[in-house]
């Protein structure tokens, strides 16, 4: 995600544990579940949902599991009834941060994130506090050892594509929001391979964090992003490389 692609890449890795799976797997169901309620359970028709399904086989998930997930989304089968959330908050100094989610709680899921925030010398806020430092686009990132700038520039401006961006050891395309899906096909249509695709909040400045205050920040995302109800976290901060490589040596 732009905003910390860079950092993103190479923070500290955690490690493959069952408890760790087994959070990634429920996020995954309860987006497959959102998806299927908002759009129908029609892979094809369902843009969001065929981008859910495609997540879930690339963790390998059971087909047993994502089938019933969508069941569950579209109402042939009970279960809990989940709906998309997006959280404001500040982290340390004047970071602002967004938190996508999906919750069968809101009220729950808003005093827990807010504890987090408090916890990482950060506040969440109301709705716009944090909004309108980030732009909503369609994000989608390429290998840059496969991909040539040349082959980009022409097939993705030629898309539809409103920018691109050298992000370290990846391109990445911007689109308006509702162009992501078009643009991406058309990349991969012209053989250029596409490594990820997705609507984001994308920070319109970068705000530079060094010494503690970064790893407080990198530590606010990972408490954030651990918690079921998150899907996404973004922020406006950038860490310089030379701090990055103390921070992950730590």
Same mark, same amino acid.
């Given at each position: 995600m732009s905003g910390h692609s860079k950092w993103a890449t190479i923070k500290r890795a955690k490690g493959k544990t069952d408890a760790a799976r087994g959070r990634i797997f429920t996020k995954l169901i309860r987006e497959v579940v959102t998806a299927a309620r908002i759009g129908g359970g029609d892979i094809d028709a369902n843009p969001r949902l065929r981008k859910a399904v495609a997540d879930c086989r690339a963790q390998q998930m059971p087909a047993d599991n994502i089938k019933r997930a969508i069941q569950r989304g579209t109402g042939e089968i009970a279960g809990a009834a989940y709906e998309d959330v997006l959280y404001e908050g500040t982290g340390p100094g004047g970071t602002l941060?967004?938190? &996508?989610?999906?919750t069968d709680n809101r009220n729950r899921s808003a005093a827990e994130l807010r504890k987090i925030f408090e916890r990482h010398s950060g506040a969440m806020g109301g709705a716009g506090g944090a909004q309108w430092a980030f732009d909503r686009l369609g994000t989608i990132t390429l290998d840059k050892s496969a991909v040539t700038e040349d082959q980009l520039m022409e097939a993705a401006l030629? %898309? @539809? %594509? &409103? *920018?691109?961006?050298? &992000? @370290?050891? !990846?391109? !990445? !395309?911007? $689109?308006?929001?509702?162009?992501? *899906? $078009? !643009?991406? %096909?058309a990349l991969e249509a012209a053989k250029l391979p596409v490594q990820s695709s997705k609507v984001a909040w994308i920070p319109k400045n970068k705000k530079p964090v060094t010494g503690r205050e970064a790893e407080v920040c990198l530590n606010l995302v990972d408490a954030l992003d651990e918690h079921d109800d998150v899907a996404n976290v973004y922020a406006d901060f950038d860490i310089s490389e030379e701090d990055l490589a103390k921070l992950s040596a730590g």
């Amino acid at each position: 995600m732009s905003g910390h692609s860079k950092w993103a890449t190479i923070k500290r890795a955690k490690g493959k544990t069952d408890a760790a799976r087994g959070r990634i797997f429920t996020k995954l169901i309860r987006e497959v579940v959102t998806a299927a309620r908002i759009g129908g359970g029609d892979i094809d028709a369902n843009p969001r949902l065929r981008k859910a399904v495609a997540d879930c086989r690339a963790q390998q998930m059971p087909a047993d599991n994502i089938k019933r997930a969508i069941q569950r989304g579209t109402g042939e089968i009970a279960g809990a009834a989940y709906e998309d959330v997006l959280y404001e908050g500040t982290g340390p100094g004047g970071t602002l941060f967004l938190v &996508e989610g999906t919750t069968d709680n809101r009220n729950r899921s808003a005093a827990e994130l807010r504890k987090i925030f408090e916890r990482h010398s950060g506040a969440m806020g109301g709705a716009g506090g944090a909004q309108w430092a980030f732009d909503r686009l369609g994000t989608i990132t390429l290998d840059k050892s496969a991909v040539t700038e040349d082959q980009l520039m022409e097939a993705a401006l030629s %898309a @539809g %594509a &409103e *920018d691109y961006r050298d &992000e @370290g050891d !990846v391109w !990445v !395309v911007y $689109t308006p929001p509702n162009d992501c *899906d $078009t !643009v991406s %096909a058309a990349l991969e249509a012209a053989k250029l391979p596409v490594q990820s695709s997705k609507v984001a909040w994308i920070p319109k400045n970068k705000k530079p964090v060094t010494g503690r205050e970064a790893e407080v920040c990198l530590n606010l995302v990972d408490a954030l992003d651990e918690h079921d109800d998150v899907a996404n976290v973004y922020a406006d901060f950038d860490i310089s490389e030379e701090d990055l490589a103390k921070l992950s040596a730590g």
